[in-house]
């Protein structure tokens, strides 16, 4: 059964940084895409990044770029999310998601979650 | 960049039937698939590619495409399918955008 296991999130202040981490299970990882997508309080999904299968292509939200990096470790069934310059807009409940293929494309979707971690950014 | 709208709310007595509608000019050429969330849980696929419905997702949820809309449809509405409801779709470019969500209301 796969299973998805985030960590790291936390409270960190404004201008911080922090990094988040998805353990995988149940599943050949290397073989699918991994994505972030996150959810402000009472507010709506929002996709954050993705990093295709092998590790050699990534993309970023426009909201995010520049300041989040996305990498994974195929040894360790993990993918990280380095986090820099925190806004408080950054506030969420941030979600590991997998992608059913390895390569991102016009049909990407997220067919497994986890159950989020919290990151809240406050002074 | 390019949007999905969805109605903000729907409301529906159980076993009646519930449609949500999630519209973008992209979906004329790209996929849409459809999330489930309820209170306090991480999202669940429940269609994928407009009209697939992955194992374990019971066939009274359904997806429809026509043109820009998509259209999420809950046959014999359950009180525990109240819940949030997101439409999803891609760029080639890998770009990712989701709709802004529907709360479903079991009355």
């Known amino acids: 059964e796969e299973q998805l296991l985030e960590s790291g999130g936390g409270l960190v202040q404004p201008g911080g940084s922090l990094r988040l981490s998805c353990e995988a299970s149940g599943f050949i990882f290397s073989d699918y895409a991994m994505s972030w997508v996150r959810q402000a309080p009472g507010k709506g999904l929002e996709w954050v990044s993705s990093i295709s299968g092998s590790g050699g292509k990534s993309y970023f939200a426009d909201s995010v770029k520049g300041r989040f990096t996305i990498s994974r470790n195929n040894s360790k069934n993990t993918v990280e999310l380095q986090m820099n310059s925190l806004r408080i807009e950054d506030t969420a409940a941030y979600f590991c998601?997998?992608?059913?293929?390895?390569?991102?494309?016009?049909?990407?979707?997220?067919?497994?979650w986890g159950q989020g971690t919290l990151v809240i950014v406050s002074s | 960049s390019y949007e999905l709208t969805q109605p903000p709310s729907v409301s529906v007595s159980p076993g009646q039937t519930a449609r949500i509608t999630c519209s973008g000019d992209a979906l004329s050429k790209a996929y849409a698939h459809w999330y489930q969330q309820k209170a306090g849980q991480a999202p669940l696929l429940i269609i994928y590619k407009d009209t697939e419905r992955p194992s374990g997702i019971p066939g009274r949820f359904s997806g429809y495409s026509s043109g820009t809309t998509v259209t999420l449809i809950i046959s014999g509405v359950q009180a525990e399918d109240e819940a949030d409801y997101y439409c999803?779709?891609?760029?080639?470019?890998?770009?990712?955008?989701f709709g802004g969500g529907t709360k479903l209301t079991v009355l």
């Open positions: 998601a997998q992608v059913p293929t390895p390569i991102l494309g016009s049909i990407t979707y997220f067919q497994h």
């Open positions: 999803q779709s891609a760029e080639s470019s890998g770009i990712l955008i």
